[in-house]
């Protein structure tokens, strides 16, 4: 059981250049989260997916795409990346219940944006 | 639009029990409140959550307040592998009827031997 997984742990864009962070939970949630961590700041939600199928905005979507593959998985995609979009992405998954919220959190992948 | 109010950052001495405060004054009678915490950069790691009933873990202790409109997360004999930033958190709802968590700058606990 390896929980959530997120993949590459590092990467280093030009301004302008897109990539895809992948993210991959086995725990069988149906809600999965992508959030971004700047220095000294708390987590902010990017996107969200309720249930394989459908995804929502979060507080920070402009410049992100997400597409939710199957159950497990959760990507999230830059288009055109840009110096402010250097931070460190979180990729989440939550047990189901309508009033709880335990989240599982991956490592992390770290971006740097030149 | 943030629902908690933390203390910025808080000492404690190795060996002893750390009390890290949390106001939610405007939290609604079926929320949740939940404490993460994160270590250094990694991702944040679920502790304890509670309703109205105090509540305890192999991690740590949740009191919540008769009120509920705060509650006090006890490390009963704070470790330095204690040190991180701890997050109290209690979901907002969304126009569309899902929810959102919100992560403020949380309590940066220094635990010092």
């Known amino acids: 059981n390896a929980g959530v997984t997120q993949t590459p742990k590092f990467q280093v864009l030009k301004t302008g250049q897109s990539m895809t962070l992948q993210c991959a939970q086995d725990?069988?949630?149906?809600?999965m989260y992508w959030y971004r961590q700047d220095p000294g700041m708390g987590l902010r939600l990017i996107y969200y997916?309720?249930?394989?199928?459908?995804?929502d905005k979060g507080e920070v979507p402009n410049g992100y795409n997400v597409s939710r593959l199957n159950k497990r998985e959760f990507s999230l995609r830059l288009e055109s990346a840009a110096p402010s979009q250097t931070s460190v992405y979180f990729c989440?998954?939550?047990?189901?219940?309508?009033?709880?919220?335990?989240?599982?959190f991956g490592p992390g992948t770290r971006l740097t944006v030149l | 639009d943030a629902k908690t109010t933390q203390p910025p950052s808080m000492d404690c001495a190795e060996g002893r029990a750390a009390n890290l405060p949390c106001n939610h004054s405007t939290i609604s009678g079926n929320e949740y409140v939940y404490w993460y915490r994160q270590i250094h950069s990694q991702g944040p790691q679920y502790i304890i959550h509670g309703l109205k009933n105090n509540e305890t873990n192999e991690m740590a202790s949740l009191i919540i307040t008769e009120d509920r409109k705060s509650s006090t997360l006890i490390l009963p004999h704070a470790t330095l592998r204690d040190t991180a930033v701890y997050y109290c958190?209690?979901?907002?709802?969304?126009?569309?009827?899902?929810?959102?968590?919100?992560f403020g700058a949380g309590t940066r606990l220094f635990v010092k031997a």
């Open positions: 997916s309720a249930s394989e199928g459908t995804t």
């Open positions: 725990m069988n949630h149906n809600s």
């Open positions: 958190i209690v979901r907002v709802a969304l126009p569309t009827g899902g929810f959102k968590t919100i």
């Open positions: 989440a998954s939550r047990e189901p219940g309508h009033f709880t919220d335990t989240q599982y």
